[in-house]
């Protein structure tokens, strides 16, 4: 009787301390949480609705912005000795390429917006519940 008492609760310790060592090692698992997500406190409804929003604005201000202007058409419509006109082609084009250029990075930041929300659903979406992480650090071999 009393070895098999002691072989139990070398099995039993060994069990746990072979459970926990494995928790240990698993523990990049759950770097997410540590990391920064601004999104966290927002119901998963309205994030879903954001991100519908967002993609949706983004593919439509991609359509706007997808060329980028080119000011020889305006440049070479002038006569080749009239410079002044030529200046103010050129001026014409630079203020149109700012405006894309503004454009084009309002699109880059919904893009990363639109980044940051698709991480938060995908997050959630990964785990239930903190039970659910526990169970998949101790069981993950």
Do not use: C
Not at 16 to 35: I, K, S, T
Not at 79 to 89: H, K
């Amino acid at each position: 009787m009393g070895k098999a008492t002691l072989l139990l609760i070398v099995l039993v310790v060994g069990g746990v301390g072979g459970g926990f060592y494995n928790y240990q090692r698993n523990a990049p698992m759950d770097a997410d949480l540590a990391e920064a997500r601004p999104y966290r406190a927002v119901p998963t409804a309205d994030l879903l609705k954001t991100i519908a929003s967002t993609q949706k604005d983004v593919q439509r201000r991609k359509g706007a912005v997808a060329a980028a202007p080119t000011g020889a058409s305006a440049i070479d419509a002038t006569d080749s000795s009239d410079v002044g006109s030529r200046a103010n082609a050129f001026a014409g084009f630079q203020r149109q390429n700012e405006q894309w250029k503004a454009q084009r990075g309002a699109v880059m930041e919904q893009e990363i917006l639109l980044k940051q929300l698709m991480h938060e659903k995908e997050l959630r979406d990964k785990d239930v519940d903190s039970w659910t992480r526990i169970k998949r650090r101790v069981l993950t071999f």
